[in-house]
C-alpha cells in the first residue's frame, strides 16, 4: 500500500476511517476514485444521490491518493424502520457496519457520511478555531501482530449518527393491560351491551391473553303485557392467542405513534348464561352454561407510548345453547331467550402496553 510495515502496525490505534487510508497526514491533493454501489428499495435516494451528498460534505477537502475507495451495500426496509448494511474497502483494508434508521433518506445520509469520513476524515465535523493549527499527538509505535486485528473503533462523528439512528432495542417479551365496551348480537336478547377486560404477554408478534367479558340483554315474555319480560346477563372467561399479521415481523413495543398493526386471534370462552323474569307474579331465575370458541380481527392504532386504540370484530360459535323457558300463566310454557348458533361481537378498548 505504500507505506512502511511500522506505520501500517500504528494505524491499528487509529479511528476507522483513518485505518482505511493509506498515506500520511501530508499527503498531496488529489481526488480519489470512489466507486458507490449501494441497492435501495423504490422511493430511497439511489447510489447517485448518495455520491453527491457524499462530494457536498467532502467539498473541497483534501483527499489522498492511494488505492480506489469502493463502497458497496444495501438499504432495506424492516418493519417500520430501514437498516443500512454497508462495506467500505480500500485496499486490503475493509470494514462493514450495519445500522438502522427512521427512514431511507436517513440511512442514506448515513451511509454518505461513512463515505466521506473514509475518504477524508477531517473533512466532516466541528471546524478548527482560526490561528496556528495545533500538531497532532504523535501515535505511540508498537510491533505489527498480523494474526490479531483488532476491529478499530469509530470515530466520534460516527458514533453521534450511529446514536441518532439506532431505535431503542425491541424486547422479545412485553406486558399489556386492556378494558374497554363490547356490543353483540345473537348470545343475548337485543339490544346487548356490556364490558371486557384482559391482561396479555407477549413474545415477539405472538400474545397470550387472558380475561373477563360482561353482557347484558332483556327483552319481553309476552306481546300483551309490555310491563314483564326477562332480563340476560353473560359473564364468562376467556383465554386465546393472537399472531401480528401486518407487518408479519414483530412490531415495535410499545406501540409507537402513527404506529398501525392487523391481528388475528383464536380463543375459548367459559362461563354461564342467566336469566331472570320481571313485571310477573312469581319472578324466576335460571341459569346455563356457556362453552363457545372463538375468532377475532383487531386493528391497533399507536395513540402515545404506552397507550394504544385497538377496535376489534368477531364471532363465537356456542357449543352449548340453553334455552330459557316460562309458562306466564299460559296454557303452554313460552320460550323466553335461547342463544344463536354464531354469535357477533364488536368492541374498542384502550391498551397500554409495558
Given at each position: 500500500m505504500g507505506v512502511t510495515r511500522e506505520r501500517r502496525a500504528s494505524g491499528y490505534q487509529l479511528a476507522l476511517v483513518v485505518a482505511l487510508l493509506p498515506g500520511a497526514a501530508g499527503a498531496q491533493e488529489s481526488a480519489a476514485p470512489v466507486e458507490i454501489a449501494i441497492e435501495v428499495p423504490q422511493g430511497c435516494p439511489d447510489s447517485e444521490a448518495i455520491r453527491q451528498e457524499t462530494e457536498r460534505l467532502l467539498g473541497t477537502s483534501p483527499r489522498p491518493e492511494g488505492v480506489r475507495l469502493r463502497a458497496s451495500g444495501a438499504i432495506a426496509r424492516r418493519g417500520d424502520r430501514y437498516e443500512l448494511d454497508l462495506t467500505i474497502e480500500r485496499g486490503s483494508n475493509r470494514i462493514a457496519r450495519t445500522l438502522e434508521a427512521r427512514s431511507c433518506e436517513t440511512a442514506a445520509d448515513v451511509a454518505a457520511l461513512l463515505i466521506s469520513l473514509a475518504v477524508a476524515p477531517d473533512s466532516v465535523g466541528t471546524p478548527e478555531p482560526s490561528g496556528a493549527p495545533t500538531p497532532p499527538a504523535p501515535v505511540p509505535e508498537r510491533p505489527a501482530s498480523p494474526e490479531v486485528h483488532a476491529p478499530p473503533p469509530?470515530?466520534?462523528?460516527?458514533?453521534?449518527?450511529?446514536?441518532?439512528?439506532?431505535?431503542?432495542?425491541?424486547?422479545?417479551?412485553?406486558?399489556?393491560?386492556?378494558?374497554?365496551?363490547?356490543?353483540?348480537?345473537?348470545?343475548?336478547?337485543?339490544?346487548?351491551?356490556?364490558?371486557?377486560?384482559?391482561?396479555?404477554?407477549?413474545?415477539?408478534?405472538?400474545?397470550i391473553e387472558a380475561g373477563f367479558e360482561g353482557g347484558y340483554g332483556a327483552n319481553r315474555i309476552v306481546e300483551n303485557r309490555p310491563d314483564a319480560g326477562a332480563s340476560f346477563l353473560r359473564l364468562v372467561g376467556l383465554?386465546?392467542?393472537?399472531?401480528?399479521?401486518?407487518?408479519?415481523?414483530?412490531?415495535?413495543?410499545?406501540?409507537?405513534?402513527?404506529?398501525?398493526?392487523?391481528?388475528?386471534?383464536?380463543?375459548?370462552?367459559?362461563?354461564?348464561?342467566?336469566?331472570?323474569?320481571?313485571?310477573?307474579?312469581i319472578p324466576e331465575r335460571a341459569s346455563g352454561l356457556w362453552l363457545a370458541p372463538q375468532l377475532d380481527l383487531r386493528l391497533?392504532?399507536?395513540?402515545?407510548?404506552?397507550?394504544?386504540?385497538?377496535?376489534?370484530?368477531?364471532?363465537?360459535?356456542?357449543?352449548?345453547?340453553?334455552?330459557?323457558?316460562?309458562?306466564?300463566?299460559?296454557?303452554?310454557?313460552?320460550?323466553?331467550?335461547?342463544?344463536?348458533?354464531?354469535?357477533?361481537?364488536?368492541?374498542?378498548?384502550?391498551?397500554?402496553?409495558?
Amino acid at each position: 500500500m505504500g507505506v512502511t510495515r511500522e506505520r501500517r502496525a500504528s494505524g491499528y490505534q487509529l479511528a476507522l476511517v483513518v485505518a482505511l487510508l493509506p498515506g500520511a497526514a501530508g499527503a498531496q491533493e488529489s481526488a480519489a476514485p470512489v466507486e458507490i454501489a449501494i441497492e435501495v428499495p423504490q422511493g430511497c435516494p439511489d447510489s447517485e444521490a448518495i455520491r453527491q451528498e457524499t462530494e457536498r460534505l467532502l467539498g473541497t477537502s483534501p483527499r489522498p491518493e492511494g488505492v480506489r475507495l469502493r463502497a458497496s451495500g444495501a438499504i432495506a426496509r424492516r418493519g417500520d424502520r430501514y437498516e443500512l448494511d454497508l462495506t467500505i474497502e480500500r485496499g486490503s483494508n475493509r470494514i462493514a457496519r450495519t445500522l438502522e434508521a427512521r427512514s431511507c433518506e436517513t440511512a442514506a445520509d448515513v451511509a454518505a457520511l461513512l463515505i466521506s469520513l473514509a475518504v477524508a476524515p477531517d473533512s466532516v465535523g466541528t471546524p478548527e478555531p482560526s490561528g496556528a493549527p495545533t500538531p497532532p499527538a504523535p501515535v505511540p509505535e508498537r510491533p505489527a501482530s498480523p494474526e490479531v486485528h483488532a476491529p478499530p473503533p469509530l470515530p466520534a462523528s460516527l458514533d453521534r449518527a450511529r446514536t441518532a439512528t439506532t431505535p431503542a432495542r425491541r424486547d422479545l417479551l412485553g406486558f399489556a393491560v386492556r378494558a374497554g365496551p363490547l356490543f353483540g348480537v345473537a348470545d343475548l336478547p337485543f339490544p346487548q351491551v356490556g364490558g371486557q377486560i384482559a391482561a396479555a404477554l407477549r413474545i415477539e408478534a405472538w400474545t397470550i391473553e387472558a380475561g373477563f367479558e360482561g353482557g347484558y340483554g332483556a327483552n319481553r315474555i309476552v306481546e300483551n303485557r309490555p310491563d314483564a319480560g326477562a332480563s340476560f346477563l353473560r359473564l364468562v372467561g376467556l383465554l386465546r392467542g393472537c399472531r401480528v399479521l401486518a407487518p408479519f415481523v414483530a412490531p415495535a413495543w410499545p406501540r409507537p405513534m402513527p404506529g398501525v398493526d392487523f391481528s388475528a386471534c383464536a380463543g375459548v370462552e367459559v362461563g354461564q348464561i342467566s336469566g331472570e323474569t320481571f313485571g310477573v307474579f312469581i319472578p324466576e331465575r335460571a341459569s346455563g352454561l356457556w362453552l363457545a370458541p372463538q375468532l377475532d380481527l383487531r386493528l391497533g392504532i399507536g395513540i402515545t407510548p404506552p397507550l394504544s386504540l385497538v377496535p376489534h370484530a368477531g364471532l363465537a360459535f356456542p357449543l352449548t345453547r340453553p334455552s330459557f323457558l316460562i309458562s306466564a300463566n299460559e296454557p303452554k310454557p313460552i320460550l323466553v331467550h335461547q342463544p344463536g348458533p354464531v354469535a357477533g361481537r364488536a368492541g374498542i378498548t384502550f391498551e397500554a402496553q409495558f
